[in-house]
């Protein structure tokens, strides 16, 4: 009777004051995954059948699967592992991989200034697998953000693990220092710096290192650049600004009427850097960056409407995942940022091809050389999914030249790397239990994390497999097909209200 009052006291508040509904998850003492076939997220070859024993919230065992396992406590894998177990789940046939490591992901409890369920994205970031989340400076604040990395941590909420970053604010280098005193007491676990002046940027990275508070930069356009970055032990590079700055003989090349802060100028020019970077002086930067220590996060994919804009603005998935208030926010408005492509034309997105080859390249060109390259979808901005974004980040790192099992690696271990995990990504006893359980082979096919599926032949007929089952982040389980069915229905209500209010 308490709960169902609960319930119906959490239903009667308006939206934007609506907690995250309970967590559907459920960790077991001992659940053991049978017959896998295992990607280990280390870069080695699909082994199995497997069986992994999942002790709490670590992984406990990884061994050749048996051909006959019981739940009363049979001996599995010729006496290996032993039950009893609390939970099974029959997993011949299916792949499991390390959960995702989305080290760029945006919490957001509204868009284009209507409130959304505050379980909308974590549900879509776990019904694709994706266990871990940077939250590289959330909109929503740090207080909120590290109050639900706590929640989420107690699973009392759906929800990936969470890793705060935080933006400070200060225009003295004095009030650099003590703001990020500050973020750091309030629950930050790392800082997402953008434009700053020098002495400020200076005191920021070194306040930085005396907190052990990591620093990401989206370097935009300004002073410093990705040497300077790298001097100051940045952390992570996000999208590219700063790499091809740093290689260009003079100022940026734009032109006569360019304004910074109009974003089509911004957007429609800032790839045109790759054309003007002088290649040894690129390389030479590279060389820095991996001196440093330093990841590269691409977020490829949140760019790719500047390339095929009507390819962005008709994916599939929007249909039944994506509430109308993200897809009025990716319309074009000037009050609203990324959402720029008003007037977008065909002379853009063939300048925006040209740009992205040239921006893959050197990404390769990193990795080769021993530089950390990681997934990040930057998703809720220019036509750009949470969950399905992640997804397609992956795909635009194979086509950048990464063969499947290193675009695994760069969304599990090099995630954890980036972030300091150091028992994170890999499937491996002792580590964290973070897995993605997958119909169908994601090195044949990445499209089968995509949360629609794919078409495939069977028994000569066409059908829809695909998507991950099941979840398990920290030894905690997740139906995935449940949690993509809630938000399926929280788009249809949405829809209904907007239609009952006579919105366009």
Do not use: C
């Amino acid at each position: 009777m308490r709960r169902l009052i609960l319930l119906l006291l959490l239903a009667a508040l308006p939206a934007r004051a609506q907690a995250p509904t309970p967590s559907i998850g459920t960790r077991h003492a001992r659940l053991l995954i049978r017959g896998a076939l295992v990607i280990d997220g280390a870069g080695n070859p699909t082994r199995g059948p497997m069986d992994i024993l999942v002790e709490g919230t670590h992984i406990a065992a990884v061994q050749p699967s048996a051909e006959d396992v019981e739940s009363s406590g049979s001996s599995v894998g010729g006496g290996r592992i032993r039950g009893p177990f609390d939970r099974v789940i029959d997993a011949r046939g299916l792949y499991v991989m390390p959960g995702i490591v989305d080290v760029h992901g945006h919490t957001q409890f509204s868009r284009a200034g209507r409130a959304m369920p505050k379980d909308y994205v974590y549900k879509l970031w776990l019904a694709h697998g994706i266990t871990t989340v940077r939250d590289p400076g959330s909109g929503e604040g740090i207080d909120t953000m590290a109050a639900h990395a706590r929640l989420s941590a107690e699973n009392r909420i759906n929800a990936p693990t969470l890793v705060p970053y935080a933006t400070p604010s200060a225009d003295t280098p004095e009030e650099a220092r003590a703001n990020l005193r500050s973020l750091k007491a309030r629950g930050a676990r790392g800082l997402k710096v953008f434009i700053a002046r020098p002495d400020v940027w200076e005191a920021i990275g070194d306040e930085a290192r005396k907190l052990g508070l990591p620093i990401a930069t989206d370097m935009k356009i300004q002073e410093y650049d990705a040497l300077d970055a790298a001097r100051l032990r940045v952390r992570s590079i996000e999208h590219w600004y700063g790499i091809p700055d740093a290689a260009i003989p003079g100022p940026q090349d734009f032109p006569a009427g360019y304004n910074y802060d109009d974003e089509r100028d911004r957007f429609r020019w800032a790839g045109d850097l790759w054309r003007q970077a002088d290649s040894a002086r690129l390389s030479a930067v590279l060389d820095s960056m991996v001196a440093r220590g330093m990841t590269w996060d691409p977020t490829f994919g949140v760019y790719e409407a500047n390339r095929d804009l009507t390819r962005a603005r008709a994916l599939p998935w929007f249909a039944e995942y994506a509430m109308p208030q993200v897809l009025t926010n990716f319309e074009p408005d000037p009050t609203r940022h990324g959402s720029y492509h008003a007037d977008w034309t065909t002379a853009d997105e063939v300048r925006w091809r040209e740009n992205m080859a040239i921006w893959m390249r050197w990404v390769r060109e990193y990795a080769r050389r021993g530089g950390n390259v990681t997934v990040g979808s930057d998703a809720g901005f220019i036509y750009h999914l949470y969950g399905f974004g992640t997804v397609r980040e992956m795909e635009l790192h194979q086509e950048a030249g990464f063969h499947p099992l290193e675009v695994i690696r760069h969304a599990t271990s090099n995630g954890a790397k980036a972030l300091g995990l150091a028992t994170t990504g890999v499937i491996r006893p002792g580590f964290d239990a973070d897995l993605a359980i997958v119909d169908g082979n994601p090195l044949h096919n990445l499209k089968v994390l995509y949360g629609t599926g794919v078409l495939t032949e069977r028994d000569g007929k066409l059908v829809r497999a695909g998507g991950v089952k099941w979840t398990v982040k920290q030894g905690i389980v997740f139906d995935a097909e449940a949690l993509r069915a809630d938000v399926r229905g929280m788009v249809q209500r949405a829809k209904g209200a907007t239609a009952s209010a006579g919105a366009p």
